[in-house]
């Protein structure tokens, strides 16, 4: 007999069967058939929190092994899943494979971090082949930056193996910057996850779960049923402890084989929150029982018994009886393994908060340090890979000496694991429990600088860069000072001020100089050598950056090395040379070999430029962008630099769907979040039309007011696409007027568009002027053959030079060379408005030629399609039926006829609501209608929009007045 079919021996009153998860249990059953068939699959079980995530895991593990199925599973916690790969080391141990994991301490950070990947790979690989495997991990809301990591690389490197991976998270975790987002939003890009998603309960499954959990012979009454759902809105974990603080009240008793009210509904007082029914049954446990759960709530949700037992200093025996009473109360779960050490857990993480709150301030830092004591008095070995708990629980103690050390040590092992924020919390802290003698101080702060770079925040790298060298200073310490300058400079330039960045690396130079040749002063140069590539003053460049590489060759700096060679080979790729192109390469796999991410992502941002530079088409660029993004994603880098080359090669791709998903994820810090914004502008005109884009087109105009040359041409094509799509064509010109006398001297392919895009739109405008002088500066430009991008600009400035003589033949053959050159270098703005040119061209000609325009007009929207820009399609539309073109209508996979017969499906309170939102009446409103709370109206319009499969409120109106509403494609 389970625990779960015992009610009067313990009391519970738990709901045994799985409620209204028939669809979900259906599409993970049928991924584990996939499974065992031989196909790899992954899938990702969300919802809130008490929803019912891990019931639904509980039985489709059950599930799974009764298909053939072998089942590993490892969970992430608030506290012990802070050790990087937590879940996922678990689970190697579960299956006695630990040993053929390697070893941290042998290794460079970038090899250590491979080879882990690769050995887990190689391990769940190895398992799948030998017999079908599902892995589960709980709980990803909590995870590590590592495990983050390795989940979607084991999703897209175990597809041909039997193995089916299965992640669970909470929904209501997940603000905007939230770690677990970006991972998310990979595994969506790269279509290789099945979404399930767990809504609350409806009217009629808060019904079914009653009776489950009461042993009721027949539905509860009405009353009853709503008093509960309209309390907690379809939570099971809620109504479950509801429902037990009932019992304890008395105003439900077990009689006669079920659960029976002993008052009217009327009269019974429903606790009004989760935490409310906690404490109502903590508090029905004995003092000591409350003692020692309170001790296990500092903890952590999971703690070991051992742990537990140094802690509360208490006999073996009270501590069973107080773990064994908290289980009968239906607050912990004991959790069974054969491989670990007897461990228990808080039924839920709300569970364990609730209880925490019990405890004053002073009762918890003597709790916390009774904690780190009894971790540390494990061995050092145990202290030095439990890090994140001791840095935890000491500062939470008060113990500052404590607390710093192992802030430290947690911070070097997350920089080692490429866990940069976490890093950046760990320095952080030791910053601010450290002494203002400590010696240490400014190389904390320089550490701080690179994690917090690398964590995607530029102004808090700045803010410390600025700090340390305010501490060097201070110190007398000028080649610490100079250091953090070239720091201070290269966060400057990020966020915008170019100017101040310059100045501030030539005052670094200025005070290292007179030093000799330091590594200080190689990294002085190598930042002014920077800038001066930036500028297009490359000859100055390449001059100063191999001075660089010479002096830190020389000091062993390798760091330095890298960077300034990745510095020289963009110069020598502006300036056309292919050494350029080898310069960098060489400077990656530098800093690939040695385990520098910094000047790793560098080079693989800047070697997309370089090899457009160069001559290479635009294919070949996405390769290399490809490589950048799975070295990113390996490392768990998602800077806005990386966010901006990923945006643009979505939008380039017409992707478009992708690329807003991954602008959610911007920071909003660098200047490179114009670009982005500029980037989303465009989409949003294209879709939506001028109206949403334009506040985002002038905020990025402000923003970058004060930008270099170099950064407003990294816009410019970004500027003008959204404009020209927007049909502004005077803010087309008036924006790239900045710009023309640096076309010169770019190599970017956007400028190339840039200027495409201002000759349209002063044609549209039929300003002659600035036609002539357009293109003028087209053909003024570089005249490189390799550039393929300047080719296609070049050929359409003198297509339009060709068709204001009247010789349309050469127009006409030139913006035809033009457009195919756009679309090698995938710049879909300037292909369409070459091809658009072309096509009015042919049809001008006194011979026009409708089929070859026709073909034109076929050869443009396929890109707008595929990136859904319904806006821009209508204005394409029209454009065609001006000129007599047919527009081809899109035959789009016919849906199946919606009828009205879910309706059905729909409770009577649930057809109330839907008859409200087809009134036009919001959530809160209908609230205030049907007297409820507006959580509970939106909990009624989720569930009809899940019923009939709807995804807006105009579907419900659409359908409510028995019309055959647009089922959107997912």
Same mark, same amino acid.
């Given at each position: 007999?389970?625990?779960?079919?015992?009610?009067?021996?313990?009391?519970?009153?738990?709901?045994?069967?799985?409620?209204?998860?028939?669809?979900?249990?259906?599409?993970?059953?049928?991924?584990?058939?996939?499974?065992?068939?031989?196909?790899?699959?992954?899938?990702?079980?969300?919802?809130?929190?008490?929803?019912?995530?891990?019931?639904?895991?509980?039985?489709?593990?059950?599930?799974?092994?009764?298909?053939?199925?072998?089942?590993?599973?490892?969970?992430?916690?608030?506290?012990?899943?802070?050790?990087?790969?937590?879940?996922?080391?678990?689970?190697?141990r579960?299956?006695?494979?630990?040993?053929?994991?390697?070893?941290?301490?042998?290794a460079?950070?970038?090899?250590?971090?491979?080879r882990?990947?690769?050995?887990?790979?190689?391990?769940?690989?190895?398992?799948?082949?030998?017999?079908?495997?599902?892995?589960?991990?709980?709980?990803?809301?909590?995870?590590?930056?590592?495990?983050?990591?390795?989940?979607?690389?084991?999703?897209?490197?175990?597809?041909?193996?039997?193995?089916?991976?299965?992640?669970?998270?909470?929904?209501?975790?997940?603000?905007?910057?939230?770690?677990?987002?970006?991972?998310?939003?990979?595994?969506?890009?790269?279509?290789?996850?099945e979404?399930?998603?767990?809504?609350?309960?409806?009217?009629?499954?808060?019904?079914?779960?009653?009776?489950?959990?009461?042993?009721?012979?027949?539905?509860?009454?009405?009353?009853?049923?709503?008093?509960?759902?309209?309390?907690?809105?379809?939570?099971?974990?809620?109504?479950?402890?509801?429902?037990?603080?009932l019992?304890?009240r008395?105003?439900?008793?077990?009689?006669?084989?079920?659960?029976?009210?002993?008052?009217?509904?009327?009269?019974?007082?429903?606790?009004?929150?989760?935490?409310?029914?906690?404490?109502?049954?903590?508090?029905?446990?004995?003092?000591?029982?409350?003692?020692?759960?309170?001790?296990?709530?500092?903890?952590?949700?999971?703690?070991?018994?051992?742990?537990?037992?140094?802690?509360?200093?208490?006999a073996?025996?009270?501590?069973?009886?107080?773990?064994?009473?908290?289980?009968?109360?239906?607050?912990?779960?004991?959790?069974?393994?054969?491989?670990?050490?007897?461990?228990?857990?808080?039924?839920?993480?709300?569970?364990?908060?609730?209880?925490?709150?019990?405890?004053?301030?002073?009762?918890?830092?003597?709790?916390?340090?009774?904690?780190?004591?009894?971790?540390?008095?494990?061995?050092?070995?145990?202290?030095?890979?439990?890090?994140?708990?001791?840095?935890?629980?000491?500062?939470?103690?008060?113990?500052?000496?404590?607390?710093?050390?192992?802030?430290?040590?947690?911070?070097?092992?997350?920089?080692?694991?490429?866990?940069?924020?976490?890093a950046?919390?760990?320095?952080e802290?030791?910053?601010?429990l450290?002494?203002?003698?400590?010696?240490?101080?400014?190389?904390?702060?320089?550490?701080?600088?690179?994690?917090?770079?690398?964590?995607?925040?530029?102004?808090?790298?700045?803010?410390?860069?600025?700090?340390?060298?305010?501490?060097?200073? #201070? %110190? +007398?310490?000028?080649r610490?000072? =100079? *250091? @953090? !300058?070239? /720091?201070? &400079?290269?966060?400057?330039? $990020?966020?915008?001020?170019?100017?101040?960045?310059?100045?501030?690396?030539?005052?670094?130079?200025?005070?290292?100089?007179?030093?000799?040749?330091?590594?200080e002063?190689?990294?002085?140069?190598?930042?002014?050598?920077?800038?001066?590539?930036?500028?297009?003053?490359?000859?100055?460049?390449?001059?100063?950056?191999?001075?660089?590489?010479?002096?830190?060759?020389?000091q062993?700096?390798i760091?330095?090395?890298?960077?300034?060679?990745?510095?020289?080979?963009?110069? #020598? %790729? +502006?300036?056309?040379?292919?050494? =350029? *192109? @080898? !310069?960098? /390469?060489? &400077?990656?796999?530098?800093? $690939?070999a040695?385990?520098?991410?910094?000047?790793?992502?560098?080079?693989?941002?800047?070697?997309?430029?370089?090899?457009?530079?160069?001559?290479?088409?635009?294919?070949?660029?996405?390769?290399?962008?490809?490589?950048?993004?799975?070295?990113?994603?390996?490392?768990?880098?998602?800077?806005?630099?990386v966010?901006?080359?990923?945006?643009?090669?979505?939008?380039?791709?017409?992707?478009?769907?992708?690329?807003?998903?991954?602008?959610?994820?911007?920071?909003?810090?660098?200047?490179?979040?114009?670009?982005?914004?500029?980037?989303e502008a465009?989409?949003? &005109?294209?879709?939506?039309?001028?109206?949403?884009?334009?506040?985002?087109?002038?905020a990025?105009?402000?923003?970058?007011?004060?930008?270099?040359?170099?950064?407003?041409?990294?816009?410019?094509?970004?500027?003008?696409r959204?404009?020209?799509?927007?049909?502004?064509?005077?803010?087309?010109?008036?924006?790239?007027?900045?710009?023309?006398?640096?076309?010169?001297?770019?190599f970017?392919?956007?400028?190339?568009?840039?200027?495409?895009?201002?000759i349209?739109?002063?044609?549209?405008?039929?300003?002659?002027?600035?036609?002539?002088?357009?293109?003028?500066?087209?053909?003024?430009?570089?005249?490189?053959?390799?550039?393929?991008?300047?080719?296609?600009?070049?050929?359409?400035?003198?297509?339009?030079?060709?068709?204001?003589?009247?010789?349309?033949?050469?127009?006409?053959?030139?913006?035809?060379?033009?457009?195919?050159?756009?679309?090698?270098?995938?710049?879909?703005?300037?292909?369409?408005?070459?091809?658009?040119?072309?096509?009015?061209?042919?049809?001008?000609?006194?011979?026009?030629?409708?089929?070859?325009?026709?073909?034109?007009?076929g050869?443009?929207?396929?890109?707008?399609?595929?990136?859904?820009?319904?806006?821009?399609?209508?204005?394409?539309?029209?454009?065609?039926?001006?000129?007599?073109?047919?527009?081809?209508?899109?035959?789009?996979?016919?849906?199946?006829?919606?009828?009205?017969?879910?309706?059905?499906?729909?409770?009577?309170?649930?057809?109330?609501v839907?008859?409200?939102?087809?009134?036009?009446?919001?959530?809160?409103?209908?609230?205030?209608?049907?007297?409820?709370?507006?959580?509970?109206?939106?909990?009624?319009?989720?569930?009809?929009?899940?019923?009939?499969?709807?995804?807006?409120?105009?579907?419900?109106?659409?359908?409510?007045?028995?019309?055959?509403?647009?089922?959107?494609?997912?």
């Open positions: 007999m389970t625990e779960d079919a015992r009610p009067m021996a313990d009391r519970r009153i738990l709901c045994p069967v799985l409620i209204g998860r028939e669809t979900e249990m259906g599409r993970l059953a049928e991924l584990v058939r996939d499974c065992v068939g031989g196909r790899g699959r992954t899938a990702l079980v969300s919802g809130e929190a008490g929803v019912g995530k891990t019931g639904l895991i509980r039985d489709f593990v059950k599930r799974a092994h009764t298909l053939g199925a072998r089942v590993l599973a490892g969970e992430c916690t608030e506290i012990d899943a802070r050790r990087p790969l937590g879940p996922f080391i678990d689970i190697a579960a299956a006695n494979r630990v040993a053929s994991l390697p070893t941290a301490d042998n460079t950070a970038e090899t250590d971090r491979y882990l990947y690769s050995a887990f790979t190689t391990l769940l690989g190895d398992l799948a082949r030998d017999r079908p495997t599902v892995v589960v991990i709980e709980d990803l809301h909590w995870a590590d930056e590592a495990s983050l990591e390795l989940f979607p690389h084991l999703a897209r490197k175990l597809r041909d193996v039997p193995l089916l991976l299965v992640g669970t998270y909470r929904t209501d975790e997940l603000h905007r910057r939230h770690p677990l987002r970006p991972m998310l939003t990979e595994l969506s890009r790269t279509r290789v996850v979404d399930v998603i767990l809504p609350r309960l409806s009217e009629d499954d808060v019904a079914a779960f009653l009776r489950e959990a009461m042993r009721l012979g027949r539905p509860p009454t009405t009353e009853f049923r709503q008093a509960i759902f309209n309390t907690c809105e379809g939570n099971p974990l809620f109504m479950e402890e509801v429902l037990r603080a019992v304890e008395g105003d439900v008793e077990y009689r006669d084989g079920s659960w029976r009210r002993t008052k009217e509904v009327a009269e019974i007082v429903i606790p009004d929150t989760l935490r409310d029914a906690v404490l109502d049954r903590f508090r029905m446990l004995s003092p000591e029982a409350q003692a020692v759960l309170l001790r296990a709530a500092v903890i952590g949700s999971r703690f070991d018994f051992g742990i537990l037992l140094r802690v509360t200093g208490a073996e025996a009270e501590v069973v009886g107080a773990l064994r009473a908290a289980i009968d109360a239906q607050l912990m779960l004991e959790i069974t393994s054969d491989t670990r050490a007897p461990s228990y857990a808080f039924r839920h993480a709300l569970t364990r908060e609730s209880v925490l709150f019990e405890l004053l301030q002073p009762e918890r830092r003597r709790i916390h340090a009774a904690v780190g004591e009894a971790i540390e008095g494990q061995g050092p070995e145990t202290s030095a890979g439990h890090a994140e708990e001791l840095a935890y629980h000491f500062d939470e103690a008060g113990d500052r000496d404590r607390a710093f050390r192992y802030h430290d040590l947690a911070a070097r092992e997350a920089y080692r694991l490429f866990a940069f924020s976490r950046a919390l760990h320095l802290r030791a910053i601010a450290a002494d203002d003698r400590e010696p240490t101080l400014g190389d904390l702060q320089l550490r701080l600088v690179g994690a917090a770079s690398l964590a995607g925040t530029p102004q808090r790298a700045l803010r410390a860069a600025e700090e340390a060298r305010r501490w060097f200073q #201070e %110190a +007398g310490d000028v610490g000072a =100079g *250091l @953090a !300058l070239t /720091r201070i &400079a290269s966060y400057r330039w $990020f966020l915008g001020d170019s100017r101040g960045a310059r100045a501030t690396a030539d005052d670094a130079v200025r005070i290292i100089e007179p030093l000799g040749p330091t590594q002063l190689a990294a002085a140069y190598a930042q002014v050598a920077r800038f001066a590539f930036l500028d297009f003053e490359r000859t100055a460049a390449v001059e100063l950056g191999r001075r660089a590489v010479e002096i830190a060759r020389a062993g700096a760091t330095i090395v890298a960077d300034a060679l990745i510095t020289v080979g963009g110069a #020598e %790729a +502006g300036l056309g040379h292919m050494e =350029g *192109l @080898a !310069l960098q /390469r060489e &400077a990656i796999d530098l800093a $690939f040695h385990g520098l991410p910094e000047p790793a992502l560098r080079g693989l941002h800047n070697r997309l430029s370089a090899l457009y530079a160069t001559g290479s088409s635009g294919a070949e660029v996405r390769l290399a962008a490809e490589e950048e993004f799975a070295w990113a994603r390996r490392h768990g880098i998602r800077t806005e630099t966010i901006f080359d990923e945006v643009a090669y979505m939008v380039e791709a017409g992707d478009w769907d992708a690329g807003l998903r991954v602008i959610q994820e911007t920071y909003g810090e660098s200047v490179f979040r114009w670009f982005i914004q500029l980037a465009f989409i949003l &005109a294209g879709r939506e039309g001028p109206e949403l884009s334009r506040p985002l087109v002038e990025a105009r402000l923003g970058l007011r004060d930008a270099s040359p170099s950064q407003w041409l990294s816009g410019a094509g970004f500027m003008a959204a404009t020209l799509i927007a049909g502004d064509m005077a803010a087309t010109l008036n924006d790239l007027d900045r710009v023309a006398t640096f076309v010169s001297r770019s970017y392919p956007e400028t190339d568009e840039a200027v495409a895009c201002a349209q739109a002063s044609i549209e405008l039929e300003n002659a002027e600035a036609r002539s002088r357009w293109i003028e500066i087209a053909l003024a430009g570089d005249t490189s053959p390799r550039r393929i991008a300047a080719r296609a600009r070049r050929a359409f400035a003198q297509a339009e030079r060709a068709a204001s003589s009247e010789d349309l033949d050469t127009s006409i053959k030139l913006l035809g060379e033009s457009a195919a050159l756009f679309n090698d270098s995938f710049l879909p703005m300037a292909e369409t408005v070459t091809r658009r040119r072309r096509a009015e061209l042919l049809l001008g000609r006194n011979i026009g030629d409708r089929d070859a325009a026709q073909a034109e007009l050869r443009i929207l396929p890109y707008w399609r595929r990136a859904k820009a319904t806006w821009y399609l209508g204005q394409l539309k029209r454009w065609a039926t001006a000129l007599g073109l047919d527009f081809p209508v899109e035959t789009p996979e016919r849906a199946t006829p919606r009828t009205r017969e879910p309706r059905a499906q729909l409770t009577t309170r649930e057809r109330e839907a008859a409200l939102v087809a009134a036009g009446l919001s959530n809160k409103e209908i609230a205030e209608k049907l007297v409820i709370s507006e959580r509970t109206a939106e909990g009624h319009v989720e569930h009809i929009l899940g019923k009939l499969q709807f995804r807006s409120r105009s579907q419900i109106a659409s359908w409510q007045a028995g019309g055959d509403p647009v089922h959107p494609a997912s």
